[in-house]
């Protein structure tokens, strides 16, 4: 009973270790683990932007920075490949200073595999200071917001602009973001605006935004890494996501096995406890 | 021997798919890096392995590269509204003549925002402070405004509305047989549960926050089962802020395998 009671006095970089092996393992040895049926709210995404007709117009809220980027990238690059394949319109726009410099990093890794243009399949107009304002903003006229995309190109000269003028014109926004801004897109954008909306969010903050779902505010939700990863095997090229899934998954069961120790631990030692103070 | 699978179409079929295999992912832009390239990116890993050394101990190189984050956020930030909202909605404006747009005419209102920025900043003279209340009385009067109608909506309306649901399900009149009778099927009886669920949830847990009459008899009660539906809703979190830290952790490791060791490590010394 001593001898488990000493799991609670274990060194807490015994767990650390064991974590960054656990990650560590799939990447080296290819280690695969089943994928799951993806989730209704994943699949709801997927299969509005299907329906899609070619020229439709997909807005990209790239709402994160480089913090954000293990969860968010891989959804950015599955939604621009979709979108590519479909030859959808992409339109990224961005609230978050860093935004921008993310949406150039996913275009460029998609781009080539389908020879999309910028200009003419594809825009990036950048970051632009206010939130609530550009939100608000954009229903009135999205040229009054962003007269110029992030190159100073100004929007009449762009093809893949021309007729977008107001959210009316757009199919559907995603908004893949680390912070508080799909609030925002879904309290001015949605409900002012009703324009239709997806989120792409951190796992930390699926909780507080699946009753957007629910109530039927959202079309869909990627939630975290795993949300990428289904997105991925649904366009049909497993990429980054899929691959930190298997990571995932080794980690999550090292932390039940630690949450267990713990647990034994704690009954071992109120039990010792009990034990001693019995003898006494 | 064995062939690779083809991948499943989600399309068609939903189903479970194994993980096909994939091929390691490599950054097509760092195959050929030119120095700068090189120095950042062996920059990026020495910073990362700073910060992962705090796990061990708290340290100098820690602290040195949580510094050169906190710098480096704040010089890009002032630099990105400079160029974002200073020079474009501000300067460019009044003096169109310095913009590289032609023929563009002085747009003399924006002068008005410049002055309630400029009041904002008094806070920072004790005896003009005072100049603040204004701009700060329009940005909450803005904010509350435009906020309140849309922000009830989305949080509060239709989140009533959510969990208004139907507990009765009817066959539809096109069934031969016994159509308008009450539908028993799978389906109908699960969504009637889910919909009891999310009642008696919603119930309880608001009758936990219930605190003008104490927490004995019926209201004993469901406060308990509120509890309850707390802690599944806590779980949840707890769960998904485990995958959410974890996937930081898988960012850093591929960035340090595919990145670094591939293009830094084995690129430089091959």
Redesign the interface.
Known sequence: MQTLARLLTIDRRWIFLFIGLAVLVPFLTGLKFLQGTPTPATLAVFNYIDQLPPGSVVAIGFDYGPAGMPEMHPMAMAIIRQCFQRHLRVVALTIHPQGPLMAEAAFNRVRGDYKAKYGQDYVNLGFKPGGQAVILGIGSGIRNVYPTDMRGTPLSALPVMRGVRTYDDIAILIDLATGNAPGAWIAFGHQRFKVKMAIGITAVMATDFYVYYQTGQLVGILNGMRGAAEYENLVKHPDVGVLGMSSQSVAHLVIIVFVLLGNIGYFASRAHRRKQGGMA | MRTSRP?R???RS?????????PM?TS??LTTLTSPQMIGLWLQAVLTFAILSF??KDNAFYKFAEHIFVGVSAG??VV??WH??VLPIMLYRIFPQLS?EQGALPDYWVIVPIVLGLMMISRFVPKLAWMSRWPMAFVVGY?AG??IP??V???IL??I??TIKPLVYYRPCVLVESPGAIDLSWVATSTVLNSLLLIVGVVCTLSYFYFSLEHKRMLGVTSRIGIWFLMA?FG??FG???????????????FL?YDWWQHGVIGLFR
Request: no cysteine; aromatic share 8%.
């Open positions: 991948p179409d989600f399309r939903p189903r479970h798919s194994w993980l096909w295999h994939t992912p097509d832009t796990l061990i890009y930030g990105l509204v974002e909202a590289a904010a435009s906020s849309s922000v909506q989305a949080n239709q989140q509305q959510g809703a949840a979190g998904n802020t485990v995958m959410a830290r974890i996937s930081l952790l898988i960012g850093r490791v591929q395998l």
